[in-house]
């Protein structure tokens, strides 16, 4: 019997770095698990052009299906880093956008901010000038907003203390 395993690679993606903007952020997740410490998932994501470093640790939850929830209620909220997976769909009830999946290639991470600004880059598929509007004055605080991923993948992420997680429902036509 070994008492602790090699790490495991869980998750292996090249992403859009969300500072230099460029497909050379490597990320990669490692499930370990020691007596001590039970399993947990260390993420350690770099980008190769920038310099770019996001490196958290987290316990190890099952991927299931979840909703990740935050309400944005100030500047420093729009600052917080959310990772949005291939399979999320997001929702934001108050600037009346809901967004499926279907389309995506591959997962982003951003800042909640820097959601909005893709999501603007895309307006002209789902939204008016109105809704256009509305999203630029939730990108400059003007706006409470509340920022909703579902996932059946269970790996976005909001990276605060103010959002929460609960299990995803799905709703199959099966
Ligand atoms: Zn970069």
Request: net charge negative.
């Amino acid at each position: 019997m070994t008492v602790s395993e090699e790490p495991k690679v869980i998750f292996e993606e090249t992403l859009i770095c969300p500072v230099c903007k460029s497909k050379t952020l490597k990320a990669v997740d490692y499930l370990y698990n020691t007596p001590h410490t039970g399993k947990l998932v260390l993420s350690n994501w770099y980008c190769e052009n920038c310099g770019y470093k996001f490196r958290d640790v987290k316990p190890y939850e099952t991927r299931e299906p979840k909703l990740v929830e935050m309400k944005i209620e100030n500047e420093d909220d729009l600052s917080a880093l959310v990772y949005r997976s291939a399979f999320a769909k997001i929702v934001i009830p108050e600037l009346g956008i809901e967004i499926e999946p279907a389309g995506m290639s591959q997962g982003y991470i951003s800042t909640i901010e820097g959601i909005l600004e893709i999501l603007l880059d895309q307006v002209g598929n789902f939204c008016d000038k109105e809704c256009e509007d509305r999203i630029r004055s939730a990108m400059e605080g003007k706006i409470k907003f509340t920022l909703i991923i579902e996932d059946e993948s269970g790996l976005s992420f909001i990276k605060s203390e103010k959002a929460s997680t609960r299990p995803l429902i799905l709703t199959n036509s099966d």
